[in-house]
């Protein structure tokens, strides 16, 4: 991972993404991972494909993270995406934070993931069982794509 936040077109080494958080004087490591469910609002999802603004992204993310430690008592706190396609269970985003009590670590990586979700330049492809697709932001919203103009 180049920084606290990073976009990976690769499977992500979860353990090796904890591990960066450990600290001696950490006695809280919280992490999140968002995976690929098969449904969305009632349709069978088979896949998805991410795609991102890579490096508006990026930038963006290393905000977000800096913000968490300024508004939160954390030693650590890293944020993953993945991009490209993924099936089904793959890990599309994962989050951590550590610091000395449970809270902060709890607080700083709930606001890592929602601010994520909100500001960060990332679309998501769904790929529907039916044959049909449907772009959406991370935080669910359709992507309007001139397509009904």
Not at 19 to 45: I, M, Q
Request: hydrophobic share 45%; glycine share 8%; aromatic share 8%.
């Amino acid at each position: 991972m180049s920084g606290a936040f990073d976009l990976s077109d690769a499977p992500l080494d979860l353990a090796a993404l904890a591990g960066a958080l450990d600290s001696a004087s950490a006695g809280a490591c919280v992490t999140f991972e968002g995976r690929v469910r098969n449904h969305n609002e009632g349709k069978p999802v088979v896949r998805l494909a991410y795609q991102a603004y890579a490096a508006l992204a990026r930038a963006e993310g290393e905000r977000i993270v800096a913000e968490a430690h300024e508004r939160y008592a954390i030693e650590h706190a890293a944020c993953v995406h993945r991009v490209g396609t993924l099936a089904i269970g793959d890990v599309a985003v994962w989050v951590g934070a550590s610091a000395a009590h449970r809270d902060a670590a709890f607080a700083a990586c709930r606001y890592v993931i929602d601010e994520i979700k909100r500001r960060v330049p990332i679309w998501k492809n769904e790929f529907y069982a039916d044959g049909e697709s449907g772009w959406l932001h991370p935080d669910g919203t359709p992507v309007d794509d001139g397509a009904a103009r």
